[in-house]
């Protein structure tokens, strides 16, 4: 299976603050099709996985521009560029390019 | 608005079998995408057990081996997800979810 280590475990930060949460994945995510299935997902507390990024970079409808997503291959990186109290939860990536599909160990995002 | 909801038993004894449905409004399931079934553990892990396609192919991880099944009923617009000889390791939220779209999740219990 695909292993996504998801760096840091958790991340202290204050509103307006940028920052950046890493994805490796154990082997390339590149499919043989050209795409690449890379997804970022947002828990909120007592909510379910809201869907961020897929295909690496693309910004799902009505998701804020201060998330982007970039990366190739086996490196992957989310930013979120000014964070907002309503960005507040646990962040993950999951793969999609190779079944089964996995998920990064996830990224919780507290306020300093 | 494309809507899905899990619905099912909260509590389920050893060794029995888990049965959730998942009912999906606003879009129909024979008409495209993927259908998973997803599954967060106590803590952050989560876990990706399998889907069933737009076409009815069906997908799992292997790591359930032959315990799980995921069907449809397309007159009803619903698939579900029925695991076999549950354990108290399969305690989780499940979430029926087509990655941009997700139901609110039903806790899911084993124990006698």
């Known amino acids: 299976d695909v292993v996504l280590t998801q760096t840091p475990p958790t991340l202290s930060a204050t509103i307006g603050q940028s920052v950046s949460i890493s994805c490796r994945s154990s082997q390339s995510l590149l499919h043989s099709n050209g795409n690449t299935y890379l997804n970022w997902l947002l828990q909120r507390p007592g909510q379910p996985p809201q869907l961020l990024i897929y295909l690496v970079s693309r910004l799902e409808s009505g998701v804020p521009n201060r998330f982007s997503g970039s990366g190739s291959g086996t490196d992957f990186t989310l930013k979120i560029s000014g964070v907002e109290a309503e960005d507040l939860g646990v962040y993950y990536c999951?793969?999609?390019?190779?079944?089964?599909?996995?998920f990064g160990a996830g990224t919780k995002l507290e306020l300093k | 608005e494309i809507q899905l909801q899990e619905s099912g038993p909260g509590l389920v004894k050893p060794s029995q079998s888990l049965s959730l449905t998942c009912s999906v409004t606003g879009y129909t399931i024979t008409s495209g995408y993927d259908w998973s079934w997803i599954r967060k553990f106590p803590g952050n892990k989560m876990e990706w057990m399998g889907y069933?396609?737009?076409?009815?192919?069906?997908n799992y991880n292997p790591s359930l081996k032959s315990r799980i099944s995921i069907t449809r009923d397309t007159s009803k617009n619903q698939f579900f997800l029925q695991l076999n000889s549950v354990t108290t390791e399969d305690t989780a939220t499940y979430y029926c979810a087509r990655w941009n779209y997700w139901g609110q999740g039903v806790m899911v219990t084993v124990s006698s």
């Open positions: 069933i396609s737009y076409s009815g192919s069906t």
């Open positions: 999951v793969q999609s390019t190779h079944a089964p599909y996995t």
